[in-house]
């Protein structure tokens, strides 16, 4: 599960498990779709970019704003480099990213 708390209060919240889920972005990944995370070099990417740990039964999150538009930059290289069914999941990490970025939040990662 990637998760972007929508404000701080929700982040806070979901640091004590406490978030309402109308208080957040949530995508749920499939195991072929973190599959794909990982043959792609995208899970890597994010990892280095964003100084994190994100892996099978690992929890991390991304929450200082310089790491998250790392990411976002970083993201931007797999355009038209990547299989086609990465694609659209490359569309919704972007996203997320952004998303935190705009929100002046983070990304959570619980897999």
């Known amino acids: 599960m990637i998760v972007v708390p929508k404000n701080k209060g929700a982040q806070g919240a979901l640091d004590t498990d406490s978030a309402e889920s109308s208080d957040l972005l949530e995508y749920s990944l499939s195991d072929t779709e973190f599959d794909v995370l990982r043959e792609q070099g995208l899970l890597d990417a994010i990892n280095d970019s964003g100084q994190c740990n994100v892996d099978d039964y690992e929890d991390d999150a991304i929450v200082r704003r310089q790491l998250l538009e790392n990411v976002v930059d970083r993201l931007q290289e797999f355009d038209g480099v990547v299989a086609q069914e990465a ?17 002046d939040t983070g990304i959570f990662f619980y897999f």
């Open 87 to 103: 694609t659209g999941l490359l569309r919704v990490l972007r996203f997320l990213f952004i998303e935190a970025i705009e929100r």
